[in-house]
RNA sequence: GGGCGGUUAGCUCAGUGGUAGAGCAUUCGCUUCACACGCGAGAGGUCGUAGGUUCAAGUCCUAUACCGCCCA
């Protein structure tokens, strides 16, 4: 912090000097922009008569001899320099240059033009009073005002120029007291209700007072520049892309930042004062010697400057204070420096991912960042943002403490979504924590059922010359603590899909689907969508592996099948490295009870194989779902509980597929595969196969009717959709290949289970 | 005044120009040998409104209403 404002002195960027600040009179210190809330506040709008020093000067906006002026500060008007009006106003162009006089004092001050006067507010004109307004400063400074003050640093009245009377007094107090004083003397023209936007402190809550004062300041302008600079060379992406404006517009329209604090906490800045109020900072060469001990200054007798630092001035340095700087050539600023991606909330932006920035090039002649994802923030269940005087926040050790942290992570992980802000929402907790168990209990049944085999004998390690000796020697890993894994998951994957013998068409279903999700899921990481990839995991996690593998593959495991051992343990290792980010616990208790010691944390990330890949294990298993769902929805149609069996016959080109794996979907689904049923059936109807039951049971067969007709309303609408697609020219000239196809297999498709249908219902 | 975000199922929210999704809630059935914090089968949306672009729009463009945020 100390190089960074000797740096910046010695360089002529910090300075000190005389400005309109803010002050908080509660706290006693001095506010940066950022530290200050607009508030829209009523009040009163205040149009006072002030005399013109000629009386028989024509009329503008009042009577002849007088001008209006309005104003929110009557309270002020002790320490006005000037009158203003917009140097376009046909209203005041002979008044310009004339002198009128304040009320009450009588005193005379100018009456000059500025394009900052806003024509169409009030009565025109405005009273200028540089030391108490920001706007009024900067025009003050524009045509040589002086600036005296009549507000204390404690918010009252005071100074020669305030009549007796006043002085003293509180601010608010005051206003009353000089409104009144201008009644009594006819200069209150008119007093109206007004809504101004005010300045509020944000730690103390009390209306800032902007006053004169000396105080320290960095130059912005040329710091904010090169930034600007560093953004248009692409040094630094924004996420979401939007907020690069936003970032922008800050930098372009910067003012000068007030560094000085009067706190008791904080750095305190390292400057020295002589006895006549020269500065003195330390040099670049030896920026840590103070200067009261610094022997050329020996002759000097030097105080040290009480104030401190804005909290901020320390805090944008550090991406680089925390890798060895100053020294640039240290080991970590050599490495990591720039670093990556920085992640924070969109609404530290300007507080201090902009100062970064600036600190970064200043400091270091680089940006400090490539990458800087801005996420939303975290509001309470109504949708407002938690503050501690609403007292509306939420205390993450309780959530923690209810759920899990592993559940409230998910929670925060699967909600967010491109910086958009985020509702408390209970039920995403509970699917967290519901998501937690399902993951355990899996790793439950897959070790379970590790044991069984070993119990059976099936992971012997006798005969050494066994050609699955490998793959034994895997499973039964993950019965005992070992310090290394004989075989790594990915190597077990890879090897065991070379041997298709030993797989199920679930087993390489699943583990195509692993590749798919793993590359899913990595691609989603370095794009920084965190919740894409937790949903993306979630989803394959419980409605892939756990709903359709773990139950296809229960026939497999039964017979004690190594190559499914195989499969699911490494598919499940993977899920958990997949999800140890945002559910670090939970998955490190599981992958160590698969009998692994190193930490999961240092593991590879899994990453894609071609070789697992497997279209037609796909799209069959894809078939046995649609059988499984089928025949499931024909025994619920008929009323039987699913432990009783049903026979079923099959219908259409798919058929097939499914014969060749009876075992999975009469274990699923509970039923009997029969070549071919006696008497009426139902059907259920799907892309290439029908499932067909018997008539028995307590079917409602007007209600099963019923919506098969209304099915064949539907398969008719969508051929006619699809073939009205076809027979658009249009389409057909101008949709890509891969789209025609789609709608030409869909008509079809539909085509043929609509004849399948009908065939059903011709029986009735 | 300027800028940004949002508006999709009852609720909270995803959604990449090509057949609208999730969790919860809801209806029916199930203690099926990992899990009732569970399993299965259902029901439920003309995607704020009005135009436009396109063979094709929840998605792109314009306007507008409402909600919210930032800056002045």
Known sequence: ??????????????????????????????????????????????????????????????????????????????????????????????????????????????????????????????????????????????????????????????????????????????????????????????????????????????????????????????????????????????????????????????????????????????????????????????????????????????????????????????????????????????????????????????????????????????????????????????????????????????????????????????????????????????????????????????TLNFQKADEAGLLGESGTDDAQMVFKRYVHHALYERSDDPIRSRDALAQVKAQPELLTLADRWIISRLDAVTREVSGLLDALDIGAAIRALYSFTWDEFCDWYIEAAKPALQEGRLGTLVTVKAVLEHILKLLHPVMPFVTSELYQSLGHRRQLAVHTWPEGDDSLHDDEATRAFETLRAAVSAARSLKNELGLSPQERLNIALDGEKAGVVLDNRAVVEGIARVNLVPSLEGRTLSAVEAGLSVLAPLEGTVDIADWLGKQKKRLTELDKQISQAQGKLGNAGFVARAPAEVIEEEQRRVQDFSAQKVRLEAVLAQF
């Open 1 to 446: 912090m100390r190089h960074q404002f000797v740096k910046l002195y010695q360089g002529g960027l910090a300075y000190r000097g005389e400005r309109i600040v803010n002050w908080d009179v509660a706290a006693q210190t001095t506010l940066s922009e950022l530290e200050i809330d607009r508030e829209e506040r009523k009040g009163q709008m205040s149009t006072l008569r002030y005399q013109l020093a000629d009386p028989a000067t024509p009329a503008s906006n009042g009577e002849a001899g007088e001008i209006l002026i309005a104003t929110v500060r009557p309270e002020t008007i002790f320490a006005d320099q000037a009158i203003a009006v917009h140097p376009d106003d046909e209203r005041f162009r002979h008044l310009i240059g004339l002198q009128a006089r304040i009320p009450l004092t009588k005193r005379l001050i100018p009456i000059i033009a500025d394009e900052a006067v806003e024509m169409g507010f009030g009565v025109g004109a405005l009273k200028i009073t540089p030391a108490h307004d920001p706007t009024d400063f900067e025009i003050g400074e524009r045509h040589g005002l002086a600036r005296p003050s009549v507000i204390d640093l404690n918010g009252n009245l005071t100074s020669d120029l305030v009549p007796e009377a006043f002085r003293g007094l509180e601010r608010f107090a005051a206003r009353k007291a000089v409104v009144k004083a201008l009644e009594a003397e006819g200069a209150l023209v008119e007093q109206k209700d007004h809504v101004t936007a005010i300045g509020i402190s944000e730690r103390t809550k009390v209306a800032v007072e902007p006053i004169v004062s000396t105080q320290w300041f960095v130059n912005m302008k040329p710091l904010a520049a090169r930034v600007l600079e560093g953004l248009d060379a692409g040094d630094m992406k924004l996420l979401p892309e939007r907020y690069t404006k936003v970032n922008r517009d800050w930098l372009e329209n910067i003012r000068d930042w007030n560094i000085s604090r009067q706190l008791w906490w904080g750095h305190q800045i390292p400057a020295w004062y002589d006895e006549e109020g020269k500065v003195y900072v330390p040099s670049l060469q030896n920026p840590d010697l103070d200067c009261d001990q610094d022997p050329q200054y020996a002759h000097l007798t030097l105080r040290r400057d009480p104030d401190v630092f804005d909290t901020w001035f320390s805090s944008n340095l550090w991406p680089f204070s925390t890798l060895g700087w100053p020294d640039l050539a240290s080991e970590d600023f050599q490495k990591f420096y720039p670093t990556q991606v920085l992640v924070t909330g969109y609404d530290i932006l300007f507080f201090w991912v902009a100062r970064m920035q600036m600190a970064g090039y200043a400091q270091t002649d680089r940006a400090p960042f490539e990458r800087i994802m801005l996420h939303g923030l975290y509001l309470d269940e109504k949708g407002q943002k938690m503050s501690k005087s609403k007292g509306n926040g939420i205390d993450p050790l309780e959530l923690f403490g209810q759920y899990g942290v592993d559940a409230s992570r998910f929670a925060f992980a699967f909600l967010s979504t491109g910086g958009q802000d985020i509702k408390h929402d209970p039920r995403r907790y509970e699917q967290g924590r519901n998501f937690a168990n399902k993951l355990w209990n899996a790793a439950r049944f897959a």
